[in-house]
């Protein structure tokens, strides 16, 4: 029997380190000015590209870590840089994540390494779920799919809020109904190749955080995409279909097979933020003096950071849990993914916070980093799934009952 070890082998720590690297090098000398400018940050995605870490073959490396440890743990350290321009290295991963999780073998070959685009011309791939009226409550899409037998082509409407990526992707994967009457039973996913008529988009989104990120709304007018863009193909969709109409139970719809892939490497992506914060509190504790000494003598402050790093170090083994679970196909009976993101999420508002509140006055200013790391933070409760949602999941999954 292997003797149980929560010790990172030797290519794990490697890993570590060397995102670690291309974070404290790279990523965070950038952070502040992109998030002021509050643009794409092409130069740093091209820079990752250039040293491997963005692109298809480091995402199928990390994957193919049986322990499911590698993505979140790269994850942790990219957003430990800056989360900005983390999501802009990491925002194509969804996309990815879509057409793994909905895909093909095929389509996989075609559509995953066009979202990432080359070393000399990097591109982007975006994930197109959330729509104005239908957030958490992923059944009420609008969003239309139908199938046009004459020239082999499904016909898109419809519109997409708050997308990552949306508008400057080389790839969108849009999910739309199919058959609405079966809510989100009825519901499929689609790629829709680059330069696509009738895919257009808003400007990029002004938001709290995650500035260097961009986000946009998207609008699908009469979009054509070739039958097989459909992801899992038509037959699979009808087999479905029909199991649906019968009543029978099925597989989650794409969106949240998705979310349910993606949910412990966006966990570990807070859990990043969140450790720079109490990172940088520390030191500063260490160094402030006030009444003649460092401040972090004082229980007041010292156990602020006690509780920091506790509540990091139990997201984290939450993150690796569920990331564990998925990559070994073990189901989530109690909504462990849900449980890894939630937790991730509000630990790293109440450490951000916590670390502006230690910096007094200075915390507040510009002139640190806790602050774009106190904004860049909330998100995490509220994207892929609210705090909210991910307690419904966890108590439906705990109940067995359908808590509403």
Known sequence: MTEFSLDLNEEQRDLRDWVHGFAA?????????????????????????????????????????????????????????????????FGTTLAVAAIYGAGTPDQLVEWVPQCFGSVDEPAVGAFCSTEPEAGSDVAAMRTRARYDEAADEWVLNGQKAYATNGGIAAVHVVTASVEPSLGSRGQAAFVV?????????????????????????????????????????????????????????????????????????VGAQAIGVARAAYEYALAYAQERVQFGRAIIENQAIAFQLADMRTEIDAARLLVWRAAWMGRNNRPFTAGEGSMSKLKAGEVAVSVTEKAVQILGGAGFLRDHPVERWYRDAKIYTIFEGTSEIQRLVISRAISGRQIR
């Open 25 to 89: 090098d790279v990523v965070r000398p950038a952070a502040a000015e992109w998030d002021a400018r509050e643009e794409t940050p092409w130069p740093v995605i091209q820079e990752a590209a250039k040293v491997g870490l963005y692109g298809f073959e480091f995402i199928a490396t990390c994957w193919a870590d049986p322990s499911g440890l590698s993505l979140p743990i790269a994850s942790e350290e990219l957003f430990w840089g800056d989360a900005g321009i983390g999501l802009s290295i």
């Open 193 to 265: 190749p680059p330069g696509t008529p009738g895919l257009t988009a808003t400007k990029k989104l002004k938001k709290l955080g995650l500035r260097a990120s961009h986000t946009a709304d998207v609008f699908l007018d009469e979009v054509r995409v070739p039958g097989r863009c459909l992801l899992g193909g038509r037959e699979a969709l009808l087999e479905r279909l029909d199991r649906a109409r019968s009543g029978q139970r099925g597989k989650s719809q794409a969106a949240m097979r998705t979310f349910e892939l993606s949910r412990p490497t």
